[in-house]
């Protein structure tokens, strides 16, 4: 359990908060361009996001709250279906992934070590045996010829305080034992708290980032101006992004901001007080991420989010080359999770708590 929540930890970043109100803009284009593609009214409620999976025709599958599954047709309002075990039919017992299959859900059992297939009743298509070396690590998502890219951290976690562990990306695909390393990326820094059995990123820190795309991976990390780009097919690479901004000396109020946020995103209330707990333990450290978060969309963009400060969040966008195309601004507290054809799915701080998942027009 440990090892996946360090891989969670290690992926998903927290974003500060935002007044919901803007759209992403960009120096090329106006306001007009970038109207949402969604009413309101269809927009989704949920507590909690681990991953967000948007597949051709704009069907949005994730994994949410506890343990349930979103399904969003783009023609129809989203709604949560839930079965874990003891919930329903074709249960699960911890889910690492939820996402669409050629338009049914599929869902990534940890514990089985099955791809469940679902229909849209939850009515169980299918399943397969997926390698036990996923069931440690954290599924990216999904490529168009079915394989899958996972994060996995190491198989065991040696000693306590702070730990760096070089992380790896693998490619498999369910019904195969085989696994095939795409690379080792630059690690991802952490602090061990066997006190409070917690893990928690370490402010300014080194920290890994991945995305992937219909064929593309791309993996990168917050201190470095490199990604690591793999496309089937082709020989990996690393590519130096030009123009990413220089890091800057961690301040005491940009550290208290990343701990705010890291605590809370915990969905559960002990587990927010373990967290605090722990980050009380950590030394400052020396300088901000050069990176934020790391995306690549279908059309073989990649998306920066970097530090600004300006009041709103800036993301550049580069070619698979690293030349930069475009910079854009997004709500600072606008989380953006997948990019397909120019739409992304972002999620902003409800009102009465939790969050709201809606759909945006972006630049491409």
């Known amino acids: 359990m440990w090892a996946r929540t360090l891989i969670f930890l290690a992926v998903v970043l ?10 992403p803009q960009t120096r090329e284009s106006s306001a007009a361009d970038l109207s949402q593609a969604k009413d309101e009214r269809n927009d989704a409620k949920v507590d909690f996001v681990q991953n967000i999976d948007v597949a051709h025709g704009g069907q949005v599958v994730g994994l949410v709250d506890d343990q349930q599954i979103l399904y969003w047709p783009t023609s129809s309002t989203a709604r949560t279906l839930a079965a874990r075990i003891g919930s329903g039919p074709g249960e699960w017992r911890y889910a690492i992934w939820a996402g669409s299959l050629d338009g049914d859900v599929g869902v990534v059992d940890a ?35 079915g394989s899958f890219t996972s994060l996995i951290d190491p198989p065991k976690i040696p000693g306590v305080g702070l730990q760096r562990f070089e992380t790896v990306l693998v490619r498999w695909r369910p019904g195969s034992a085989q696994v095939d390393t795409l690379g080792n990326l630059g690690g991802t820094d952490v602090f061990i708290d066997p006190a409070e059995s917690m893990f928690v990123p370490v402010p300014g820190g080194s ?47 940009q550290q208290s901001r990343f701990v705010r946020r890291e605590v809370d995103e915990t969905p559960s209330g002990e587990d927010r007080l373990r967290k605090q707990r722990t980050f009380k333990k950590l030394p400052v450290t020396a300088s901000t991420p050069r990176v934020n978060q790391l995306l690549v969309d279908n059309l073989d963009h990649i998306y920066v989010a970097v ?8 993301w550049l966008i580069f070619d698979l080359n690293g030349q930069l195309q475009k910079s854009m601004q997004w709500p600072t507290l606008m989380r953006v999770w997948a990019i397909r054809d120019g739409e992304a799915v972002v999620s902003r701080p409800a009102e009465d708590g939790g969050y709201q998942l809606s759909r945006v027009r972006v630049p491409h």
């Open 111 to 145: 514990a089985s070590l099955r791809l469940l297939r679902f229909d849209s009743t939850l009515r169980v298509v299918s399943e397969e045996r997926v390698p036990s070396l996923v069931g440690g690590g954290y599924v990216i998502g999904r490529h168009a010829d």
């Open 207 to 253: 920290r890994d980032l991945v995305s992937v795309s219909d064929s593309i991976s791309v993996a990168g990390n917050t201190l470095s101006d490199s990604v690591f780009i793999a496309r089937a097919g082709e020989t990996s690479r690393w590519v130096v992004l030009e123009g990413l901004p220089k890091g800057a000396r961690w301040s005491d109020a």
């Open 307 to 314: 530090p600004s400060n300006e009041p709103d969040r800036q």
């Open 14 to 23: 927290s974003t500060p908060a935002c007044d919901g109100s803007k759209v």
